[in-house]
């Protein structure tokens, strides 16, 4: 599902302001992503979670507008991406489509309902690494 053109706009003008804060309040987090064409670094403010399925640490960003997003592409496209989280960083490897059902199994209760209540169909999802 791709952004109404109205959420499009209004992330132009708010994701400024959203970035300040973003790192640093759970459990929103600032990824840092090159453009696929452009090679240009890019800031976006997201939501992720963390879920340990196996034995790695999963990264898992959800997409609500679907995987056509611009910063979606790239990181797919690269097959990775940086996350800023409270002063931290880390490494997100081998980024991979999944159905937000999948990824849902993975994480704790809290994140998992909100998946299935925000009617979110994909996320994007990579080994997690401390930078």
């Known amino acids: 599902m791709a952004a109404p053109e ?12 959203v970035l300040r804060v973003a790192g640093r309040v759970p459990p929103f987090v600032v990824l840092h992503h090159a453009g696929r064409k452009s090679g240009n670094e890019y800031t976006t403010p997201l939501v992720a979670f ?3 399925p ?10 609500p507008w679907g995987s056509g997003t611009d910063w979606a592409r790239n990181t797919m496209s690269s097959g990775t991406a940086r996350l800023t989280r409270g ?10 489509l999944v159905p937000a059902y999948e990824a849902g199994e993975w994480l704790a209760t809290v994140p ?5 209540a925000t009617g979110i169909e994909e996320c994007l999802v990579g080994t997690l690494h401390r930078a």
């Open 6 to 17: 109205f959420v499009v706009q209004a992330g132009k003008v708010l994701n400024p302001w």
């Open 50 to 52: 963390a879920a340990r």
């Open 54 to 63: 196996d034995e790695e640490i999963l990264a898992v960003l959800p997409l």
């Open 87 to 96: 002063g931290d960083e880390f490494v997100v490897k081998d980024v991979r």
């Open 112 to 116: 998992s309902m909100a998946l299935s």
